[in-house]
Structure formats: C-alpha cells, structure tokens
C-alpha cells in the first residue's frame, strides 16, 4: 500500500477556522496499513467522511497541545473509531496538557474516552513511543500550551517532521533536521510582527539550516490567506532552494516520491562517514 498524507484542514487561527474559510480536521497520514490521524480540530470527523476515510481504521491519534483547532474532535473520533468503547482498539499519543489540563486550560481528553483505546501515552520533547515498525518522536514546540509538541515519524523510507504550533526556537533546527518532508504551521506572513506562531521570515531560516527535500506549509492565519499562503511559498523557495507548497484543503502528499532522495543523501553520508 502507497503512503500519502492528506491535508483535512489548513486553517490556523480562530478568525480562519471559526468561519471555516479553512477547513480545521488536521492531518492524515496512511503509512503501509497505518492510519495516523494529526490535530483533529472542529469538522475532523466530517472531512474523513468527505475524504472516504474509514475513522475504523485509525491505528492513532497524535495531538500536540490543548487548543481546541487541534483537538476538538479527538473524543468523537474516539467514540466512532471504537463504536464507544465496545471495541477497544487505537492509540493516543499526546502531551500533558490535553490529558491532566494546566492552570486555565482543563484536560481535553474525558475519562470515558481514554478508557476506549487501547494505549494513552503522554510523552514529553525528546521521548520516543513506536508503533510497529513506525517510530514517532514527540519534537519541542514553542507555545502558549506550556506542554505544546510536535511530531517526527520514522519510517523505513522516509522521515515527515510536523511542527505543531510553536514561535521560532534555535532548538527546533536540531529537532527538524534529517526530514525528508517537514510540515510547518505557518500562520503569518513576510514582516509579521506576531510573537505567537510561525511566519515566512521563520520558515526561510528553519530550512536554510534544516534542507528537506519538501516543505509544507499549512494551518494559516487571517492575514496570511489575505497575503496569499502560495506568493508566500514561492517567494521561500527563491530565497531558499527548496521545494515548498502551500497545502489546500484535500492537498495530499505522496512520501514514497521523496524516498530516493532521502536514501541518496542518507549513502552519501554514510560513505563520507566510512572515508573520515
């Protein structure tokens, strides 16, 4: 079976997904016969529908913080994913804040839902979970959610980094490095003076350093739909080589199509390895 990653939703901030200018249903990944599903927001239940994608057949659910654009939907596709807990079967993989809550922000998953999976981890930057041949590495973030995360997952052919919500950090240069596709939450524009989120200035200096072979921008913000998420693309593949993409609603992604490039670079490292 192919791999793909398919974009539920793109939208980023209450003023996109509140109106549903974009939709907020996450990410999917399919990876051989696992179904990962990222940051199920409001309406992810509804766009795996609209996408013909059986919620059965999730093999987990990863959330990387408690706002509601990146987990609203994570009980309800609990619920269908195990016909309320008759069948219990999946797993969570999240951080601490959607589990236990902190301070102002109450805990996110009810303790009916997580008694429907089979597995609830709740892991920290620089912790490792796997499921089968799938290592998922949970990535710093840098947000509001004092627990925020994001995601790196191995495979056997490629390597796909999601960011989560998070400002630019020197740290996530390491955390990213080595993706073959990395996928960015970019909610601003060029010149933004934002201090929360992502903008084009920060992806520009992340893939200088970071150099995947793809870079997929998503999850935007009022002013960056206003500014045109692909001008936005564009002008960060001309100011650095690589290949960037703002994702649509539906956009979906075949990582087998950047695995050779990843074996190639991963050899030819190996073999300057083996000569020094």
Known sequence: ???????????????????????????????????FHIDPGPGALLQLLNYNIDVR?????????????????????????????????????????????????????????????????????????????????????????????????????FIVAYSGDTRYHKDLLEAYNNSDILILNVQHPFGSNEKEGLSSDDVVKILEKVKPALCVMTHFGARMLKENPVYQAREIKKKTGIQVVAAEDGFEVSPDSYAAISKQKRLSSFSQEKKE
Not at 7 to 32: C, E, N, P, W
Not at 66 to 93: E, P, R, W
Not at 124 to 153: M, R, T, W, Y
């Open 57 to 157: 057949e999730h093999t987990a659910i990863l959330v990387s913080h408690a706002h509601l654009n990146h987990c609203n939907d994570l009980n309800i596709l609990l619920s269908a994913m195990t016909y309320q807990g008759f069948d219990k079967q999946g797993v969570v993989i999240t951080n601490e804040t959607v589990v236990n809550g902190h301070e102002k922000i109450l805990p996110v998953l009810t303790n009916t839902h997580r008694n429907f999976v089979e597995r609830l981890m709740v892991v920290k930057p620089g912790q490792k979970v796997a499921i089968n041949n799938v290592e998922i590495h949970a990535l710093p973030a840098f947000h509001n959610d004092p627990s925020a995360i994001g995601f790196k997952l191995y495979t056997q052919d």
């Open 1 to 35: 079976m192919e791999s793909r990653i398919l974009f539920l939703g793109t939208a980023g901030s209450h003023a996109v997904y509140a109106k549903q200018a974009r939709a907020s249903g996450g990410i999917l990944m399919q990876i051989d016969e696992y179904q």
